[in-house]
């Protein structure tokens, strides 16, 4: 059974920082990509930040590039996103979501259950 644990949400004001965390099981961590996504309210969901299965590549959005920093530990089948000098418009909830293709035309997909991020004065 796949189940993500995210933690690490809250409210900050703007400038400061967060950790988000997500703690997988259930499926071969090691094997799958991981992505950040999130959605503001009326928004549609956008990604964030990704990283590889390996953890040796990550690719960022424009609108976070710089300012956070995705990585992962294999050992504890968790994905981290530290986030610093945030910003009101990152308010959102955020997802973490696991994929990998086995093969050409297999996708195999998971979500987390989203960690709600408020940055307000």
């Known amino acids: 059974q796949v189940q993500f644990v995210e933690s690490g949400g809250g409210l900050v004001q703007p400038g400061g920082s967060l950790r988000l965390s997500c703690a997988a099981s259930g499926f071969t961590f090691s094997n799958y990509g991981m992505n950040w996504y999130r959605q503001s309210p009326g928004k549609e969901r956008e990604l964030a930040a990704a990283?590889?299965?390996?953890?040796?590549?990550?690719t960022y959005a424009d609108f976070v590039r710089g300012r956070f920093t995705i990585s992962r530990d294999n050992a504890k089948n968790t994905v981290y996103l530290q986030m610093n000098s945030l910003k009101p418009e990152d308010t959102a909830v955020y997802y973490c979501n696991a994929y990998y293709i086995p093969r050409l035309g297999e996708r195999r997909e998971y979500w987390g259950q989203g960690t709600q991020v408020t940055v307000s004065s």
């Open positions: 990283i590889s299965s390996t953890g040796t590549a990550t």
